[in-house]
């Protein structure tokens, strides 16, 4: 990792390397394995992972967390990401799923989420349906009042630790007809009669990472577990939206970052033509690139994520971070396997395995024409 030409503090090099260090001992192998054999989420590394404070950081002090800022925690999980990217998008998806509650729940609820993460158990955001992607204004989970109570029927797909949370935020209608102005957000924990997980995704990267269906079936929740108003939760999604999806990024820069340092190792020692392949101008140029869209990606990252520890949650900015960093980490993994030659594409080597991990990142948290739909869409006003 580049050292501290970003202005970090003492603090924030030393709880970088703290977490690049746990990473390296309790997750690299395993990892490794994982993505080899198509297994499961490493639980006992996640334990690990509580117990050593990591999913706690973001989690405000008066609930009982550290309060770390974003920029801190962003640090912490780009650490992760070089080693394995999967597992730290589960692994903090207790964070994704409380940003609703953060932003827009009563004291009650944020307490309520809070114990569960302070528990070492893992909650999930639940937008996506599988009629409601990219047009989240379609969804057609319904939420219908019942007394004091409402009832939940529907189904989501997609969802990053379905399979793994206690605790779901889930967006659901209280009148399809009413389209984005419908939507409503709910906290719904597991254990309620009703609630079942699909089988997980079988997908072509971040195979660390769980992602499930979840059915709702007639699930009675108090209305005490609505955030926000009837109505409010597309607005709600779309803010948290705009916060996480820069910051969120740390995957991609993770991803790019770790695929340049195999490279430059790789292109140190490989001969062809009597010499190292470093000092083929080909070569070199294919390095710098990756070194230029890696600085470029850490430079809008930390940007993003400093503005958001100032209550900055600018939408294109969040969208431009995002595109910007997804589309480096792409490119940068694709052009590593390549600089590797044969060797790049083989699953000995750990380059193929970053750039199936890459391509995710354009497309979840808004795939990356909707983000450029944002930005084109500001530029037009
Ligand atoms: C591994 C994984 C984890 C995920 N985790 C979560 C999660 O935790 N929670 C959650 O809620 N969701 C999650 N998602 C869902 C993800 O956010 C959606 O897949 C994504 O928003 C795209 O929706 P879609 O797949 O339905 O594609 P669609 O919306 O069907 O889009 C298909 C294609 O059409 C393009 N497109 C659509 N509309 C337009 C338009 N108006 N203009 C131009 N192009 C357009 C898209 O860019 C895309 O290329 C996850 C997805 C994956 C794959």
Known sequence: MIANEFDLTEEQLDLQAFAKDFAERELKQKAIDIDHDHGAFPMDVFKKFCDAGFNSMFLPEELGGQGLSTLDVCLVNEAFATVDAGFICSATTGEFGMEPILLYGTDEQKQLYADYILQGKLGAFCLTEANAGSDASATATVATRDGDDYIINGSKCFITSGGLADVFTVFATVDKSLRHKGITCFIIPKDTPGVSVGKPEDKMGMVLSNTTELVFEDVRIPAKYRVGAEGQGFGIAMNCLNRSRGVNSYGALGIAQRALDECVEYAA????????????????????????????????????????????F?????????????????????????????????????????????????????????QRMVIGGALAK
Not at 332 to 355: C, F, H, I, N, W
């Open 269 to 312: 020692q490989r001969k062809t033509f009597g010499k190292t392949i470093n000092k083929h101008q080909a070569v070199q140029f294919m390095l710098a690139d990756m070194q230029i869209a890696v600085t470029t990606s850490r430079t809008l990252l930390y940007h993003c994520a400093r503005n958001c520890d100032k209550g900055n």
């Open 314 to 370: 600018d939408p294109v900015l969040g969208a431009v971070t995002k595109t910007y960093l997804s589309d480096a980490a792409v490119k940068v993994t694709q052009d590593a396997v390549q600089v590797m030659g044969g060797y790049g594409y083989s699953r000995e080597y750990p380059v193929e395995k970053l750039y199936r991990d890459a391509k995710l990142w354009q497309i979840f948290e808004g795939t990356n024409q909707i």
